[in-house]
């Protein structure tokens, strides 16, 4: 498994040196990196499309509402070259996970990047940033 982030770390500086050249696909230009934060709910769907793919997390506040969150992470080909799947991306039906995501910049809102995704057994993505 080490492998496969190790690779997924060498096609995000690839993916990173090139943002200039895409600069609408910049993450910084469309999402407020200066604004971390941390979700923790369960992904309800994976739309495994491109440009990018979204998860879908459900979260839940104090008073136990529940808001859908949209995730963009990479493209698809970026997690096939690293053998990571929807499902494996998904995780287990009904898994609580946390997400160190971004919001996004426009102040659309429950719209964000992920930069990690971790699992309840401890496992996790880093698919970008910190």
Known sequence: MSMRFLA???????????APVAAHHSVPGQFDVSKPM????TIT??????????????????KGAVTTWALATLPTAMMRRVKITRASLTG?????????????????????????ITYSDGRYLQLAGQ
């Open 38 to 41: 941390e979700l923790t709910g």
């Open 92 to 116: 287990k039906p009904g898994e609580q996970v946390t997400v160190r995501a971004v919001p996004a910049r426009d102040g659309t809102r429950h719209l964000g990047w992920i930069n990690k």
């Open 45 to 62: 769907k994976v739309d495994w499309i491109n440009p990018h793919i979204y998860v879908h997390l459900d979260v839940k506040d104090q």
């Open 8 to 18: 997924l770390g060498a096609l995000l500086l690839a993916w990173t040196a090139t």
